[in-house]
């Protein structure tokens, strides 16, 4: 029995969402749908496949700031997980780095002060150095790397709104920035605690599991999940 188009999308979508849940719909399938369920199994696969092609492991990092309370949280945590860090805090030291990085790491500015000031010096700190810093050291990364910006320090009040549209400038530039160098930026969002945004940084540059190795196994998985299905339906149709 052919699928209705409703149920169609609704597979493609959970397909999209993950291989486990295809299988989970696929137990509820007839025979006639199973070519549908796989090709999209398979396509998925493709796709997760070439773009854990895309991002290379990260174990060499640029750093712009280890002196501040973020950039000593990000760096001590990078160490820990076997990465070799490097401090660069101008373009004049840059020039000192004769291999390209997998990752280069902007710390922003730390919001000292609340209110206008806090904004102010944000402002200051990040668009008059910052900002320049990231365009002029993102060359050093290469092909495949990550790009990333690291901030804490948030404004709340009457000013969180102004914080807000600061940093989706900030975000906006980094995207840019990454793209031209064929990197993928990374921007894990503002938060106060200084540790609480060096682990998301951390985790973004390095995720727990091997893309590839994740895709090589849900792969195998589904070889064997597909082979238990046929057998099953042969005995019923039998």
């Known amino acids: 029995m052919a699928l209705q188009l409703p149920l169609k ?36 696969t493709a796709r997760s496949k070439e ?3 895309h991002r290379i492991p990260v174990k060499n990092v640029l750093i712009t700031n280890n002196t501040s309370t973020l950039g000593q949280e990000i760096t001590k ?5 076997g990465c070799t860090v490097s401090t660069v805090t101008s373009t004049a030291t ?15 500015a730390e919001m000292k002060e609340s209110g206008l000031d806090g904004i102010t010096q944000l402002i200051t ?35 969180s709104g102004a ?25 894990t969002d503002r938060c106060e605690d200084c540790e609480v945004a060096a682990e998301r940084m951390v985790a973004s540059l390095l995720p727990c599991a091997d893309p590839q190795s994740i895709t090589t196994f849900s792969l195998r998985n589904a070889v064997r999940k597909l082979s238990e299905y046929i057998g099953r339906w042969l005995k019923i149709v039998s």
């Open 51 to 53: 773009a854990a092609r």
């Open 77 to 81: 945590r990078l160490i820990a997980r």
């Open 94 to 108: 840059s020039e000192a780095i004769s291999v390209k990085a997998d990752a280069l790491v902007v710390i922003g």
């Open 163 to 187: 914080t807000s549209a600061y940093d989706a400038v900030l975000k906006a530039s980094l995207q840019h920035i990454a793209r031209n160098q064929h990197c993928e930026p990374i921007w």
């Open 9 to 44: 999308q609704a597979l493609m979508t959970e397909v999209e969402g993950g291989a486990a849940l295809a299988w989970r719909l696929l137990a509820t399938l007839e025979g006639g749908s199973l070519l549908l369920v796989t090709s999209a199994l398979l396509a998925y």
């Open 125 to 159: 700190e990040d668009v008059y150095y910052n900002v320049k810093l990231l365009e002029s050291l993102s060359p050093l990364v290469r092909t495949g790397g990550c790009v990333a910006w690291a901030c804490a320090g948030a404004a709340g009040g009457d000013f």
